[in-house]
């Protein structure tokens, strides 16, 4: 990728990762090309519990994800770094590597309602552009966020997504996307339950034989 191209992020324990999140981060590679985006699995998540899977298992997961999607870049650098995985951190450590580059943070619909909860969530600001996408099931009225969120949105809100690529950081923007209705959640209790037909097609089958191989989220294979 060129160094001017805009760089987005798609962050989240990816416990498993499915095809709701590499298809959003496929469909944002393609409207917004050309863009690099990148995978960024966390370590320790600031705002849920700790995944199920470790960290190496998941970015196992995601290297065998990649190879059907070869356009999408894994970045480990929450994996690898100890503590909690804040945002902050991340694009600061990327701010620092490129200092003019656009960098865009993909966030649904829901973490933004709660993004007065991050750490130092201000500063996000200063470091990217936010990129929000709509989630199933999860209104966005704007006059229903935080007051401090609010005025944030009122003063960077751009309906000219390309407009991003022509500064650092500082807007927000949503991007449309494929609707996507799979949880990890839902396939982890599947899984669970031992109802592994319940599950294929929302992940890449590689992934699926990973977990089971693996004995991930449940009963062992034979179980199965």
Wanted: aromatic share 4%; net charge positive; charged share 25%.
């Amino acid at each position: 990728m060129a160094a001017d191209e805009p760089l987005a992020l798609l962050g989240g324990t990816f416990d498993p990762v499915h095809y709701g999140h590499l298809r959003l981060a496929e469909d944002v590679h393609r409207a917004l090309a050309p863009i690099e985006v990148r995978l960024v699995p966390a370590r320790d998540p600031p705002h849920r519990g700790a995944p199920r899977a470790s960290a190496l298992h998941r970015l196992a997961m995601l290297r065998l994800a990649q190879e059907e999607f070869p356009d999408l870049v894994i970045d480990p650098r929450e994996i690898e770094r100890p503590g909690k995985s804040f945002t902050v951190l991340t694009l600061e450590g990327l701010r620092a590597e490129m200092p003019a580059r656009p960098i865009l943070l993909i966030i649904g619909a829901d973490q933004l309602l709660e993004l007065p909860k991050w750490h130092q969530w201000r500063s996000l600001f200063e470091l990217a552009h936010l990129l929000v996408i709509a989630r199933p099931g999860v209104p966005l009225a704007i006059d229903s966020l935080e007051p401090h969120l609010q005025r944030e949105w009122s003063r960077r809100y751009t309906r000219d997504v390309a407009a991003l690529r022509n500064r650092p950081a500082g807007a927000i923007a949503m991007q449309p996307v494929r609707p996507q209705p799979i949880s990890a959640t839902a396939i982890r209790a599947a899984l669970a339950e031992g109802r592994v037909d319940a599950v294929r097609g929302l992940l890449p089958s590689a992934v699926l034989a990973y977990i089971r191989s693996n004995r991930l989220y449940g009963p062992s294979p034979d179980a199965a």
